[in-house]
């Protein structure tokens, strides 16, 4: 049995989006949030949805000073016949778990986790756009909150999911992007938090990004922290290659972030028959394939889009087109089929959806 879920509605619900009008990701949000407080010796306590709203927090809160803070990002779909579709929901929080681990976090229940979150989208089902594309997008995350001021793993912590209805991230057709590769700063070493979906990975990818944009490229593409040398991972996705037929991408070597649309990928892959290589690639052996022909495809994978072919590849002098800057048949086979399964119109044979 899962603990008890107390429910406050709002009294003063907002207007929700015009169907048809813009929904810019990421800044709008529904009436009401999940939140549950975790107490040393006493565990998780008071799961509650309530309104979505402010809340106060101590200015020594261990969060703002030492950075314990992780999150995840899953969506949900309104399917044709009305009902509501989540894409493997129980690995988000088990892959939060993994980040709770690393920065000394308390586990939750993943099983406990998908409960409370069905019950919140069923009460925000109303927020849920049903336009091509459009989805519900949820932010589970937990933050330290103990009023403390010394380097030590918190007291106290805070679980929250919050809802935000988000437009389609391709408006107008899949538009392959620009990659630069960054070859002076990196983004994580094995050993350290790569694996995990923490907010300073992020923090520290800022810098780079800034410099891709300001040379005209929309993304980054990180190399290994140690020889900078063996590709890892875009800014916000994994990167996945077809090289002579194979789909290729770089193993989890403890430095790249196990993302669940990667690994949607590649087992769809086996499941057409595909030849699937997980190994090291070295940012060398890429440009060397894309200049023969045996790299024809570069594709990102990911929870916003799904999928994001890449048409040019920057790496300090050399720049590559891949494919004639189009999206390539694997990608577009993944992505039409993922979004199917995800949006209920095709059928899901590999049990990858859970109803609302």
Known sequence: MFPEITITKTKTPKAKPIPGEPLPFGHLFTDHMFVMDYVRGQGWINPRIEPYAPFPIDPA???FHYGQAVFE????????DGSINLFRPELNFERINNSDDRLVIPHLDPEFCVHAL???????????PSGEGESLYIRPFVIATDPFLGVRASDTYRFMIILSPSGAYYSSGINPVKIYVEDKYVRAVRGGTGFTKCAGNYACSLIA?????????????????????YIEEVGSMNILFVIDGKLVTPMLSGSILPGITRRSCIELAKSMGMEVE???????????DGKTGRLSEVFGSG?????????ELKYEDTVITINNNKIGPIAQKFYDTITGIQRGVIEDKLGWTTKV
Do not use: F, N
């Open 303 to 311: 929870t916003a889009a799904v999928i994001s072919p890449v048409g």
């Open 278 to 288: 997980e190994r090291r690639i070295s940012i060398d052996e890429l440009i060397e």
């Open 118 to 128: 069905k019950k919140l989208v069923e009460i925000e089902k109303d927020w849920i």
């Open 61 to 63: 809160a261990m969060v």
């Open 73 to 80: 990002g899953l969506k949900a779909y309104r399917c044709p």
């Open 209 to 229: 990004q800034v410099i891709a944009h300001d040379k005209g490229y929309e993304q980054v593409l990180w190399l290994d922290g140690i020889e900078q040398k």
